[in-house]
């Protein structure tokens, strides 16, 4: 057993987790196809299966979801009368986007000005590095004291739900006294945070067509119906003119109770640019985190450059709605489906697909493992533990409440303001990752500690 501070391991294994991440970060593992090939995910499951199996993880395996990735599981054998804490990331990410936007090439980690970039850096592969990396941490300080799973998907940002179906048809698989997802973050950087509730999402395709083909708009214009001026008209009904999201049938009065999230840190934080005003009314966090929002991801229609004076017979969107806990996802679903083909106009032709959704979450905060969570922030950081909401979703999260209604379940990660998920030029903070990784080492020794002692689950 190590006779230095368990700070002091931790910070003296950081270096090989920037190796680590930087591995992990070269693999261009967007879950699809239609972007970056199957292989870019299969090369990073393998390196997480051999760097599981290295650390000692026994029935280590590729599960085969539904949706036709995979994810890692492994198991580390602790204390026969210990409780099992499940560990959860995600090795799959976000497209890069506009990769000549990036300051760097997303899929090579980069140290610049005191953060390390690259795509999945925060969100999730680093989520994953702090696992690996407070295990080794306690291994070196007398083991790990409890049972540990590990579980890493493969799909989670497409929203494709091949982990859930999977736990639902084996749900021995994930059991667990306590689940720690590692896929959010501090609410600001050294402010160490948990996140109690996720808003769910609802995925939708929506194609309208008027037209048996384009026609020329000087001779058809002004009496042909335009597809593409039909859909702008159908999406324009989604918000009112504050920007609130009017999805007839969800509720968009709902207030948050904890953390407040200043309007001026949320303007340094999203980058507002001077002069624009924020959508929606009401604070900050209930627009965030107890209110149903609506954004429209992508439109088919033809590029400025090439375009021909056409009048559009077809065109198409991608709609998310982020659903706030208390809400059904398929009732969201379900509105926002009945919303859209009711604001067509002119008799235009609609279809709706749905592409994939998710439940909110929410945690009970008062549960014994946020006792030993406010503890180890408290040493970790030296300051008290924040707790916030997140206005993203975690799809796994609500399934894994429902199939194990017993267990604890806390939101931590790396995925704080500055780390740009979802952007170009993500990041993170290595500082960040060393007292996270601290945290949940400290987590896990004191919530075995107080399950011995008859305080757990």
Known sequence: MSSVPLSETVASLIPRARTELAELVSFASVADERQFPRSESQKAAAWIVAALREEGFEEV????????????????????????????????????LDESAWLSPPFELTERDGRWYGRGAADCKGGLVMHLTALRALREHGGVPLNVKVIVEGSEEQGTGGLERYAEAHPDLLTADAIVIGDTGNFRVGLPTVTSSLRGMVLTEVR?????????????????????????????????????????????????????????DFRRDAKVLDGVELVGGGAVADRLWARPAVTVLGIDAPPVVGATPSVQAEAGALVSVRVPPGVDAA????????????????????????????????????????????????????????????????????????????????LIGLSEPEAQIHAVNESVSPEELERMTLTEALFLRRYAAAHSAGQGV
Request: aromatic share 6%.
């Open 61 to 96: 395996a590729l599960l085969d979801t539904p949706d036709g990735t995979q994810s890692v599981y492994g198991v580390l054998p602790g204390p026969a009368a210990a409780p099992t804490v499940l560990l959860y990331a995600h090795y799959d990410v976000q497209p890069p």
């Open 208 to 264: 309208v067509a008027t037209l048996a083909g384009n026609l020329h708009s000087g001779q058809f214009g002004g009496a042909a119906p335009d597809a593409l001026a039909a859909l702008i008209q159908m999406l324009a009904t989604l918000r009112d003119a504050s920007g609130a999201t009017t999805v007839d049938g969800l509720d968009g009065s709902g207030e948050w109770s904890g953390l407040a999230y200043e309007e001026a």
């Open 331 to 410: 009732k969201a679903a379900e509105a926002l489906e009945t919303h859209l083909r009711a604001a067509a106009p002119w008799g235009a032709k609609v279809e709706v697909t749905r592409r994939g959704s998710g439940q909110p979450f929410a945690a009970d905060t008062g549960s014994p493992a946020y006792a030993s969570m406010a503890e180890a922030m408290r040493e970790a950081y030296g300051q008290e533990m924040a707790v916030v909401g997140q206005g993203g979703s975690i799809p796994l999260c609500n399934t894994l409440a429902t199939l194990y209604p017993s267990a604890e379940i806390l």
